[in-house]
């Protein structure tokens, strides 16, 4: 409101010859959009649109809790979300203001209600999974032709690490996400909340620790791509994405995603408001703009994740829509699992465990 | 009166710019982590008073840190990191400063220019470049498998080499700079005495030559030093997940793990054992300056 204001009172001053843009700050996650549609929002609304990008939840989240990011709209997964909503962070959606709710989907919905009831602060953008990219030609060199590539035990035996270590593996820097597969992956409960069995993924993931070339959110997609590494446990849609560069740059290089069979992370990545966001009026109208169903489906079509927006599927091409690794079989469905929050204390101890698995001390 | 005003604006501006933020960070280090905004306790009130939130202040951070093995680890890899890679610098700046400070005087402008040229790109940009450069299907392995010295590529990126280069790399101009200068005021004459009096060159070269290079290698040794030793952008783009070094653990405690009290711990810490070089360094410049005076 408050910039309304002072544009009026620049125009005035003036004489309307020069008025303030107003301007929205978006904050989401790096290749995570067809950029035609950042574009196409500032064409269409006349809204100047600063568009930023994160690696990493915790990322955001620091700069959520500390307050004054100065984001109109941010993109915090469900978990996180939730955890934010209690810290006071966002502010609640106008509904008014969002005639293209209708086109959202409610099977989605009554998911991300577990971490946000009644969806009052948030609408989903993509969900996916969590598992394993893969180069197939190099792990085949590697471990035969017989790998275990749609298995846990591909990134979780040291027998298998050992020799993949030769051709470069690289893993989330996400222990909310690599913990939870480490419990799966030794039959543990992976939404477990107390701290002892938490603490056994610690033996599981400093087993296989001197394998990993590195612990990172975002370079393996290139590195995928370019044939720099041959296996990164990583999130679906950034693997297909790094198979579609290795295609265009025509190197030679085959990647695919497996969603590990012993069960896979399903997460949601949800667009929210921050509390204290300058321009709330303008985030609204961007998260309207995304809802558009033919929008949405650009989106999706362009980064290989799944939508939460119903509407938008039949614009979807065939092979988004059709790949059960971004729209999973009913099926598959029942084999995906999700994670809440960790208490401060858990928190602290999972925190831990992952500063010492990425650092070996 | 004037003089006092010419004293007081500087020490203001250091009061504002530097004791105040560390006073803040020696608070956030005594309290506690919590999910909120801003992201610990106790939040300074009027409402329960100066005591209150003076009883909830503790040590418990600083206690951690001794606890946990992997910070001194990482004070201790940052040291060795930040000796070798002043030596190495030093070995390859020392020559390029000499090589400039005796070539002919019309090339040495164009020569200080090429030194300072890559400042002209964002060291970002030329981290990132690196990064291109030394990864297992990079340029270099490109062109040494092309040549043949190698028929496996190597894997440079992401180790604790990368590091070396990058910080070799980005320092390089820091080392050679004060050295060039100091060797550029030295009187050629003397070596010239030197060798009359029966010196070889090389002879000359160390009794001569390097005690009056000295003020430009400690200059350059501590402009290396002390920026490495708090490293951050070249370990997390160019290091592995075996680089162990604090600037990384530093940030990774502040915006991954949102553990802001145990990062101003660290930052605190960090700072003390900074302290000691940047004190040597300020009674080495004291000195030089005395000396020509």
Redesign the interface.
């Known amino acids: 409101m408050h910039r309304h204001t002072l544009t009026l009172a620049a125009a005035l001053a003036l004489g309307g010859t020069l008025a303030m843009a107003e301007e929205v700050r978006v904050y989401n996650w790096s290749d995570y959009i067809d950029e035609e549609l950042l574009t196409k929002f500032q064409e269409e609304t006349g809204i100047d649109l600063v568009y930023d990008v994160f690696d ?1 939840n ?2 955001l ?2 700069k ?4 004054g990011s100065g984001y109109d709209v941010v993109v915090p997964t469900g978990t996180f979300l939730q ?1 934010q909503i ?4 966002f502010q609640k959606l106008d509904k008014s203001k969002l005639p293209n709710l209708s086109n959202m989907w409610d099977v989605i919905m009554e998911r991300t209600a577990q971490y946000d009831p009644g969806n009052e602060y948030s609408v989903n953008y993509m969900w996916g999974t969590t598992g394993l990219g893969v180069n197939t030609k190099k792990v085949a060199e590697v471990l035969g032709e017989n790998a275990p590539i749609d298995s846990l035990a591909l990134v979780f035996d040291p027998a298998n690490m050992e020799k993949l270590a030769s051709c ?1 593996v690289h893993f989330l ?1 996400a222990p909310t996400e690599m913990i939870p597969a480490a419990l799966k992956y030794i039959g543990e409960n992976p939404d477990a909340q107390d701290a002892e069995t938490i603490a056994k993924a610690e033996a599981v993931l400093m087993a296989v ?1 001197p394998y ?4 990172h959110s975002s370079e393996y997609i290139n ?1 995928l791509a ?4 041959c296996v990164a446990f990583g999130w679906s849609g950034d693997v297909l994405q790094a198979r579609d560069r290795a295609a265009e740059a025509d190197n030679g290089v085959e990647i695919a995603y497996n969603a590990p069979k012993e069960g896979a992370l399903m997460w949601f990545d949800m667009m929210a408001i921050p509390a204290d966001a300058p321009n709330p009026d303008g985030a609204h109208k961007f998260l309207n703009f995304i809802m558009d169903a033919q929008n949405m489906a650009a989106a999706s079509n362009y980064v290989y994740y799944a939508n939460g927006n119903k509407a938008s599927q039949e614009f979807l091409a065939e092979d988004v829509i059709g790949d059960p690794a971004i729209y999973p079989s009913e099926e598959t469905v029942k084999n995906l699992y999700t994670v809440s929050p960790w208490d ?1 204390k858990v928190q ?1 101890v999972a ?2 465990l992952w ?2 698995v ?4 | 009166m004037r003089r006092f005003l010419l004293i007081a604006i500087p020490f203001g501006w250091l009061l504002a710019l530097f004791l105040v933020p560390f006073f803040i960070v020696v608070k956030i280090s005594l309290s506690d ?7 610990y306790v106790p939040q300074f009130s009027w409402e329960t008073g100066i005591g209150t939130f003076l009883r909830d202040l503790d040590f418990e951070n600083f206690v951690f840190l001794t606890t ?3 910070y001194w ?2 004070y201790v890899g940052s040291l060795v990191i930040a000796v070798i890679s002043t030596f190495l610098t030093l070995l390859i700046g020392y020559p390029i400063a000499y090589g400039m400070a005796r070539a002919p005087e019309e090339w040495r402008a164009t020569l200080m220019m090429l030194i300072i040229l890559p400042f002209w790109t964002s060291f970002l940009i030329r981290i990132y470049a690196w990064m291109g450069i030394l ?4 340029l270099l392995n490109q062109f040494l498998m092309w040549t043949g010295v190698i028929s496996e590529p190597l ?1 440079i ?2 180790t604790n080499y990368a590091v070396y280069i990058g910080i070799i790399y980005a320092y390089l101009p820091f080392m050679v700079l004060p050295i060039y200068s100091a060797l550029d005021r030295m009187d050629t004459s003397l070596i010239e005495a030197a060798e009359d009096l029966g010196c070889s060159r090389l002879t000359a070269f160390w009794l001569v030559t390097v005690p009056l290079s000295r003020n430009g290698i400690i200059a350059g040794c501590f402009l290396v030093f002390i920026p490495a030793l708090g490293e951050f952008v070249i370990p997390s783009l160019l290091g ?3 680089t ?1 070094m604090i600037g990384k ?1 530093l940030w ?1 405690e ?6 802001w009290p145990l990062a101003s711990a660290v930052a605190v810490v960090l700072l003390l054992i900074l302290v000691v070089p940047i004190v040597l360094f300020q009674r080495n410049q004291q000195k030089q300056q005395e000396a020509e005076q």
Do not use: C, H, W, Y
């Open positions: 990493s915790e990322v989240e620091t959520m809790l500390a307050g955890r209690q810290a006071g962070a470069g820097d620790r990993v070339q590195k612990f590195a370019n044939g720099d590494i401060a602290r925190t831990r500063t010492k990425k650092s070996g001390t | 982590v919590a999910v909120s905004i801003p992201p946990d093995s992997l680890k990482s990864s297992r299907e990079g894997t990126l992401n592995g997940s075996g162990l653990v990774e502040f915006s991954s793990n949102r553990d």
